[in-house]
């Protein structure tokens, strides 16, 4: 029997995973070692009973009694705190998924990697942060990354039997989010509440709001550079409204290969999980003629300028990814908060990543663990709102 982890398994991810797992035959058909989660213990404590998990980790400390009190009688293991996550992270498992949201999923995804692990890769700002770290402890311990996060799941299955270097371009697809149609100056004023509505994907509210900012979609083409190791000027992003091209591999003969599906992200958790068969998802079929057309255009990079400092980052290399992830998670937190506006959140960054470029070390990319977080670490302060500070 394969045995799985599921890092994040409360999440939009994670509960999405925990739906194909069960639809197997749950405990009859995998065996769980460790699930993770954050505040929703109940939730957790639900999961790990409905798949026999060895262990459940929250990742706060002070919810640790109400899980343990969830558990009782499970024999179920408990425990709490990032460092209780990554020793969970760390024990055999066949398949893990790292589902955690924000650079908090790097150092659990470490572990993985540093026992050989097959590590089905949702958390993008692990890529984002520490790329070359994380690609490199991936080879220098025979690991395995699957990409999950659907963009990267379409460009590995059009690029299967394909040879690299005779791919021209990448495109990755985005729906627009939120305010792909709000007339420009609109956006200033744009809430929370609005943000956090996704015309097509129903997912966690941080990555729906990244969404309509087209974060979420500059993160997507660091990590398609990191993970594939294409260069920035062959990645293309192309607004999709309707979501089902996911992206496309274009070769060199004037031939591309798109992967097309519905806006389900069962698709490309299941597909990482059945890798390398393919077995039958609950995932609706593609019914084009009811879709009836498929529509395109150009990204706007004065409403998104999020695309542009994505290929600042690339083309910066060293700690920049590092700095873009954390200071967009900072701005996202002062956004959330009210403590800045929508359209706020992109100076901040580029305010962070232009201080911290002056720092010394900038241009190397973090060998290790501690100099990603004190990247982190600087970024989140470069880039926090001083409407909130003390
Ligand atoms: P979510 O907010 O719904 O869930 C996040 C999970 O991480 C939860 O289980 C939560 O308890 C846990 N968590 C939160 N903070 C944590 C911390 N500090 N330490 C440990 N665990 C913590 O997020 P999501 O939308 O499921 O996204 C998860 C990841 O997958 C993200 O990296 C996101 O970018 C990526 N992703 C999501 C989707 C989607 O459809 N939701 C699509 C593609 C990629
Ligand atoms: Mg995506």
Not at 120 to 148: C, Y
Not at 154 to 170: K, P, R, Y
Not at 257 to 282: C, E, F, K, T, V
Not at 304 to 327: E, M, Q, T
């Amino acid at each position: 029997m394969r045995s799985v982890s599921v890092l994040g398994a409360t999440g939009s991810i994670g509960e999405s995973a925990f739906d194909l797992l069960m639809r197997a035959g749950g405990p009859g058909a995998y065996r769980t070692v460790a699930l993770t989660g954050a505040a929703n213990v109940a939730r957790l404590a639900q999961m790990a009973i409905a798949l026999r998990a060895e262990i459940a980790v929250t990742a706060l400390p002070e919810k640790l009694p109400e899980l343990r009190a969830a558990l009782a009688g499970s024999g179920i293991e408990a425990a709490a705190g990032p460092e209780a996550i990554a020793e969970a992270a760390s024990r055999p498992a066949d398949w893990t998924l790292s589902a955690i949201i924000g650079a908090a999923g790097l150092p659990p995804g470490v572990e993985v990697l540093k026992r050989g692990g097959t590590l089905a890769l949702a958390n993008k700002e692990s890529l984002v942060a520490a790329g070359r770290l994380v690609m490199g402890l991936a080879q220098a311990n025979r690991a395995t990354i699957l990409p999950v996060d659907s963009e990267h799941s379409a460009i590995f299955q059009s690029l299967q039997a394909e040879n690299l270097e005779c791919v021209e371009a990448v495109t990755i697809t985005a729906s627009g989010g939120a305010f792909r149609d709000w007339p420009l100056e609109r956006l200033a004023r744009a809430t929370v509440a609005e943000a956090s509505s996704h015309p097509n994907w129903a997912m966690g509210q941080r990555i729906t709001i990244d969404s309509a900012s087209m974060f979420n979609k500059a993160l997507e083409v660091i990590e398609t550079h990191e993970f594939f190791g294409i260069d920035v000027n062959r990645i293309r992003v192309l607004v999709h409204p309707q979501s089902i091209i996911h992206a496309m591999v274009s070769h060199r003969d004037g031939g591309s290969i798109a992967h097309l599906g519905a806006p389900d992200m069962r698709h490309a958790i299941g597909y990482a999980l059945n890798w390398p068969q393919r077995q039958p998802l609950p995932v609706p079929a593609l019914d084009l003629a009811a879709l009836g057309s498929l529509t395109f255009f150009a990204p706007d990079e004065i409403r998104w300028p999020a695309l542009r400092l994505a290929r600042d980052v690339i083309l910066a290399g060293g700690a920049a990814g590092a700095v873009l992830n954390a200071a967009k998670e900072q701005a996202l937190d002062d956004f959330i908060a009210g403590r800045i506006g929508f359209m706020d959140m992109a100076p901040a960054v580029e305010r962070a990543l232009t201080d911290a470029s002056r720092e010394e070390g900038f241009g190397q990319s973090p060998a290790d663990l501690a100099t990603v977080l004190e990247w982190d670490g600087l970024a989140r302060r470069l880039a926090a709102s001083k409407a909130g500070a003390a």
